[in-house]
């Protein structure tokens, strides 16, 4: 029931805007031009890349519940919240930070569980054992975190027990969020549970229990980048925040923008579409604070389009592109993300 309601939460943010596979890509993080628009005009980049492995029959089948339960209602492929379903959106915030992690928050946790079962092992003499990562860099990763630090395995394990218990009373964890990710930790003579098991446990569905722990690893990596008293745990999540928002191939074209080049001159020496380079530039205003808007819109152009937004309340841009048609589809994208 939680997916759903995330569904919904969703669902209603895009005003009945989008089709259920818009959804999908921002679940999944797809990188088009598109999905990244709407997560920036829908306030959805909290959302953005929570489930990069979620499989489309599953998703349609959750899609085709909703529908059949009577929360959603589809029409030319476009996605309405029905009355039925409005109640169902939960009233507290979601504490997500899909944006800012993009499934590297499970590359944190992948780090600190193999962590904790190494002090345990190495805490009782014993240097033998399966490691519960199997992934190689992920196995160096932590070899050399614990070789890099000064201090003696004991001493070690017990300034990360005492940071791991600061998170579990300070971070703003809900009480089924600290169970979860206790059980998710391996030790010398404790096995983490499986979904399954904590399902069993918890009398929880799984996939509840994976967006709890998920969003649990969201805000622990957010309470380490604020604070200071966690500074083993900050040094195991080193990486695992996006550094830059754009793509390899919008970092590019922002490199040669910067240098002066037009679009078309951009587009020409990258032997790319002139719509692909004002996707990246729509990229660039999405992510930076200044941006040239000024080099394509201007400030009455903004005004006017905004206030026809208003009037119609929406953010469909076929049709503001209707009312609009001097203005480029690239334009009024850039309009919408410059704001009012």
């Known amino acids: 029931m939680v997916f759903i309601s995330l569904l919904l939460t969703m669902f209603q943010r895009l005003h009945g805007e989008r089709s259920a596979q818009g959804v999908y ?21 909290s959302f953005y890349a929570l489930l990069p492995n979620l499989p489309i029959h599953d998703y349609q089948q959750v899609i085709e519940g909703m529908s059949a339960d009577g929360f ?15 109640k169902k959106i939960p009233n507290k915030p979601w504490r997500f930070n899909g944006w800012e992690y993009r499934g590297r928050e499970r590359e944190f946790f992948k780090r600190l569980a193999l962590t904790v079962q190494t002090l345990s092992y190495l805490r009782v003499g014993q240097t033998m054992f399966t490691p519960i990562q199997k992934e190689l860099h992920i196995q160096l990763f932590v070899k ?32 089924e969020q600290c169970d979860i990710f206790s059980y998710r930790l391996t030790g010398q003579q404790l096995t ?10 918890l009398k929880l569905p799984v996939m509840t229990i994976q967006l709890s722990y998920l969003e649990s690893l969201h805000i622990v990596l957010d309470f380490i980048e604020n604070g200071e008293k966690t500074p083993l745990l900050k040094s195991l999540a080193v990486g695992c925040r996006v550094e830059t928002y754009l793509t390899h191939s919008a970092e590019r074209t922002r490199k040669l923008f910067q240098q002066g080049y037009s679009i078309e001159q951009i587009a020409s020496l990258r032997s790319l579409k002139l719509s692909t380079i004002e ?10 604070n200044v941006f040239p808007y000024e080099e394509f819109i201007t400030n009455e152009q903004i ?11 929406t953010k469909r841009l076929r049709l503001l592109k209707e009312h609009f048609v001097e203005l480029s589809y690239f334009q009024l994208r850039l309009i919408m993300i410059h704001g009012k």
């Open 25 to 45: 890509h921002i679940l999944r993080g797809k990188k088009s031009g598109q999905t990244l628009q709407d997560i920036e005009n829908y306030q959805l980049k």
């Open 72 to 86: 959603i209602q589809i029409e030319d492929r476009v996605v309405y919240v029905t009355a039925k379903g409005l």
């Open 144 to 175: 050399e975190y614990i070789r890099s630090q000064s201090i003696s395995v004991n001493r070690l394990s017990e300034e990360l027990r005492q940071e791991l218990e600061w998170i579990m009373t300070e971070g703003q964890l809900s009480d």
């Open 192 to 201: 983490a549970f499986t979904w399954e098991q904590l399902s069993e446990t």
């Open 279 to 288: 996707d990246h530039l729509v990229e660039m205003a999405a992510n930076f």
């Open 303 to 313: 005004e006017k389009v905004w206030q026809t937004i208003d009037q119609l309340e």
